[in-house]
């Protein structure tokens, strides 16, 4: 009897002819790395069995794949071609068996999250999510910008000041504002009230960020006023430390207002401008989608619920 079942010996289907896929996988290691000795120490091989494995392909294949030139090698029209699919393969195939691979029990969830955000305003929280759920347990990473699942990560926090995959599902969890930020014992000095509304002092320090160099010019497109020339300007390494450094008295800072909010509450700062919002929110960013029951959707949903507070 005949059949449509691929595969099967009485199928009148034709079998797969595939090229073989260990010498895929040092075609794509090779393009993606331009070099068949690279390609070698990624995969553990010498330079030689990468050099058979790519000949082996393009036998096969009847077409050259590769230029080579000196000690890199880089790829024809047809490489480029199986490249594109070979990748698009695999990042199906790792996407969908992450997807299926059942974790380690007890194996914590790993959350990325841009540093400043987690320093100043989720690791404050977090002892409430860990006595609300203590048998989830959560390995925190700082990172920000780009990055990738496949380096061991569950879940991001991250602004959408960059553009990431269709493949992620973002998950919102709050709109950004900002504005200054100043000790209240320095704002009658530095942003002093006329006709009930607050002015910057030219004498008043700016502080800036490396990390958001164009904080100050940002917030004034969006809270247009004069703005004298500074007197006094200092830059900080990173985010962070600018805000630390409004707190400790050495000027006024952009900030956002999740980051300095439990700064507002206790008086350590105010915002005699008030925030207004730029635009731009932060996401939680997973591999997959995320159901309520999960520990992924309960700490969406705590996340939240914090945002809100």
Avoid at 6 to 32: H, I, M, V, W, Y
Avoid at 94 to 99: D, L
Avoid at 290 to 308: E, K, P, V, Y
């Amino acid at each position: 009897m005949k059949t449509d079942t691929l595969g099967d010996k009485n199928s009148q289907t034709p079998r797969r002819r595939l090229p073989p896929l260990g010498a895929l996988r040092c075609f794509e290691a090779a393009a993606r790395l331009e070099s068949f000795t690279l390609a070698g120490t990624a995969l553990h091989l010498t330079h030689g069995a990468i050099s058979r494995a790519v000949r082996s392909l393009e036998e096969d294949l009847g077409t050259a794949l590769f230029e080579r030139r000196s000690h890199r090698v880089f790829l024809t029209a047809a490489g480029a071609e199986l490249l594109h699919s070979v990748t698009q393969a695999l990042d199906l195939i790792e996407n969908t068996t992450r997807r299926l691979r059942a974790p380690p029990p007890g194996a914590p969830l790993v959350l990325s999250c841009e540093p400043t955000l987690l320093m100043r305003w989720l690791i404050p929280r977090l002892p409430a999510f860990q006595a609300a759920h203590p048998d989830l347990s959560i390995q925190l990473l700082a990172g920000g910008g780009p990055f990738s699942f496949s380096a061991g990560i569950d879940l991001a926090i991250r602004r959408n000041d960059f553009a990431w995959s269709d493949q992620i599902h973002a998950h919102w969890l709050f709109d950004e504002a900002i504005g200054p930020v100043c000790r209240p014992d320095q704002q009658p000095d530095w942003a002093p009230q006329s006709n009930q509304q607050a002015v910057l002092a030219d004498h008043a320090p700016r502080l800036h960020s490396a990390t958001r160099p164009q904080a100050w010019e940002h917030w004034l497109q969006l809270h247009p006023m004069p703005l004298p020339q500074a007197s006094s300007e200092q830059v900080f390494e990173h985010f962070y430390f600018s805000l630390q450094a409004a707190v400790a008295g050495l000027g006024l800072a952009i900030a956002p207002w999740q980051l300095v909010r439990d700064d507002l509450r206790d008086g350590l700062l105010c915002a005699p401008f008030g925030f207004v919002a730029d635009g731009s929110a932060y996401y939680l960013l997973s591999a997959q989608a995320i159901s309520d029951g999960s520990a992924a959707g309960l700490l969406l949903r705590w996340l939240r619920q914090q945002a809100l507070a």
